[in-house]
């Protein structure tokens, strides 16, 4: 069938709308009509080069849409709301233990752009196109994806807004649920307030975690950090925030810290932040091949450094739990975002970079 995407084809260069071509969805498949997909930081670091992906490509992660077929042995139907999630193989063991973001093959199951048998599902005038990407490639009005990557979110609520909790929002709450469980009254520091860490902020909240400290430097999200729950801000422009977390915590540091940017520098702040035998939550993806390294000093404190991908989340199980407290006024993730349509994805990318939106939402025509 013929669809509309935004094609990837060259490092750096803007994404293109056009017309290409999507394979007949094999029999594990679902064919998923996309009304609006999230753009995230890893979309922009496979586009620049610091993530491999071969081009040209169809990227895009955080679909969410409506199904129009699905195999008759799976749990969806034609007109079922879905979220679509990353991929994993569904056979190893962290698989199986109920571990998928550790899966074995989860660098191939999303990276590597082509199915695991290497076929493509897009092409254009005969010419292959890569994607697969996440197991999905959402930027384009229809997209295939094998079941499992699949979440069914009731019909009620408001679709367009729900892409993002399939990647960005689920790896910064699920790093506070699932991975660091801080107990009340635990303080948390935050670095980077982009969707991941504005979801761990808003997870921290409600944990019951305080003193609450979010550090950026862009004014504005400072401002909305507030709103969220943060009862500290420090532009790191301004104040030293490792000086400044110590001072809020009675000299000691932070009892939870999360990085959320990949920034090698920005790693090791927050490890001189944290608390003895405190956790510090790796979320943002750096440069592939980049290296990242510690005082040895700050490894005889006992602290728990952990790269959590994905949140350590189950998506079928997390991703309605953050619905539940959506739904509750308790988890306002929507505040975090920005819509356009999906033409304007040079233009929502750029607002990204420059930090003019938080998270960039994409929305599809009605065709």
Known sequence: MKISAAVWRALKEPFSIEEVDLEKQRENEVLVKIVAVGVCHTDVAVRDGEIPMPAPAILGHEGAGIVISAPTDSEFE???????????????????????SSC??????????????????????????????????????????????????????????L????????????????????????????FGLGA??????????????DPIIAVDVQPERLKLARELGATHTINAKVDDPVTTIRSLTLGFGADRV???????????????????RGQVALLGAPRSGENIVFNSTNLLRGLNIKAVVEGDAVPRVFIPELLLLYRKGLFPFDKLLTFYDLVEINEAVSAMSTGKAIKPVLRMSTQ
């Open 104 to 161: 074995v093959l989860f660098f191939p199951q999303n990276f590597q752009g082509h199915r695991q048998d290497g076929s493509c599902c897009h092409s254009q005038n005969g010419n292959r196109i890569h994607g697969n990407f996440f197991g999905q490639s959402s930027f384009a009005n229809y997209a295939v994806a094998e079941a499992r990557h699949l979440v069914k979110v009731p019909n009620d609520l408001p679709l367009e807004k």
């Open 196 to 209: 991941v860490g504005m979801s761990a902020l808003m997870a921290a909240k409600l944990f019951g975690c």
């Open 258 to 276: 999360v990085e959320a940017i990949g920034q090698p520098q920005l790693v090791n702040q927050c490890v001189e932040a944290a608390r003895s």
């Open 78 to 100: 034609a007109g079922d709301h879905v979220v679509m999630s990353f991929a994993y193989c569904g056979r190893c063991n962290a698989c199986l233990s109920g571990r998928p």
């Open 163 to 190: 892409g993002p909790l399939g990647c960005g929002i689920q790896t910064g709450a699920g790093a506070v649920f699932n991975w660091m469980k801080p107990e009340m009254g635990s303080s948390f520091a935050v």
